[in-house]
């Protein structure tokens, strides 16, 4: 005996002012689990979930995640006392240092070893097991700012079990898309329900030429503690498949990367994440004089928090060019960065020529820096009015950052969307 919703719809928080649904279910059949109820607890035996489609923009996630903790917790979770061992703390940061180290959201790996605490219980294994099943469901992530930009995820299909002993699922995407233009086919990622925790333990995939390897974790636990790492081991970049019959603009001998995001489910707001990614032997190629940038090697660090992300450390360096980049973007939409460009004098004169003769007629001179091989230009990036804008020259003459990137670059591959 079960109970069946039909095109349940589940809206953003009420103080965003956003009257969207933030996804919809065709069908919902929940087979509550009686023996859980006889001994208190409320849970169920099997969940179908047919039909999902998740359609939301970046930037309503972006508010989301910004807005404050306590009400974020409150709109985005079904009201309802918890049982008296799942109760959360709105705030993590509110908790003991005893209630963190337990709940830390990390992913297995990571979780710090107990065997030096005393007095450790292990938690019993509940005697009933209960299973999630998702078919038909869809997620299409875009942004209203940049047109054409999105990411969807279609033919979504799981098996993913729950509490009781150690079990095996596993989620399948039969197609992912970039931007409506970029497709990829589908993947299988294998799930394990173990220690009151769902997890995908180093899973090697690839997706759009890359290969990846794909770690995560959802802990059944105060405040919902998740944590999400995927790595690329060192691999040379073929983005053939992206770019199809055309040509790819820039080609990587050696790239390794290492990206982390970890927080609390039900309070978005702690949410935070580090990426950092090493390359070697990076070549740019310029379409109108069949030449292009050579970079030796390169270093790009980034940092997230709810508040927004921080270029730490951006450089690529070779022989006759240098950029190094650092700036921020918030998640209130600020956005600032400065782009240092060292070259030789023969590379700073054919960058400059470049930029003159783009439609705009604008200027980027050069200066000298500390020895008389090598001049510099720092670029000026900032979002103004909702418009990211930059400054190439000393007159601090602001301009459309997009449209101008794209007539100094003129004839390179403009068939991916500017990333924002």
Known sequence: M?????????????????????????????????????????????????????????????????????????????QGQPDQDERYHSNPEGQSADEKTEQSPLVPSDVPSKVDRPNVIPMPIENFEGEIIVSNAKVRIFSERVSGLSLTLDQIEGEIPLWGSTRKGEISCGEISLSEEISEVGLTIP???????????????????????????????????????????????????????????????????????????????????????????????????????????????????????????????????????????????????????????????SHAKRVRIAPRNLLMDFQPLNTPDRLFRDIHIEARDGTLMMDLGEDRSWVPFFDTAEEVLGGQNTDLPNLP
């Open 191 to 349: 799930v394990m329900w173990e220690d009151r925790s769902l997890a995908v333990m180093e899973h090697s995939l690839k997706v759009f030429g890359l290969n990846l390897e794909l770690s995560a974790a959802v802990k059944i636990a105060a405040g919902v503690p998740v944590g999400l790492h995927v790595s690329l081991p060192d691999q040379p970049v073929d983005l053939s498949s992206v770019f199809r019959e055309q040509k790819s603009p820039f080609s990587v001998s050696n790239l390794t990367s290492k990206n982390r995001l970890q927080g609390y489910l039900l309070a978005p707001s702690t949410f935070k994440g580090s990426s950092i990614t090493n390359f070697e032997n990076v070549m740019i190629n310029d379409p109108r004089d069949e030449g292009g940038m050579r970079f030796n090697r390169g270093v790009a660090s980034f940092v997230a928090t709810a508040a927004g992300v921080v270029a730490k450390d951006v450089r690529a360096i070779g022989e006759e060019d240098a950029i190094l980049i650092n700036g921020f973007a918030t998640a209130a939409g600020e956005a600032a960065a400065t782009v240092r460009i060292v070259s030789s004098p023969e590379r700073a004169q």
């Open 2 to 78: 079960g109970v069946t919703v039909s095109k349940l719809q589940v809206f953003v928080p009420a103080d965003l002012g956003q009257k969207n649904p933030l996804f919809t279910v065709g069908k919902l059949r929940i087979d509550v689990s009686w023996l859980s109820l006889l001994k208190g607890k409320r849970r169920w035996d099997r969940l179908e979930v047919n039909q999902l489609d998740v359609n939301v923009a970046i930037e309503t996630v972006r508010e989301i995640i910004a807005m404050p903790t306590e009400n974020s917790s409150k709109s985005l979770v079904l």
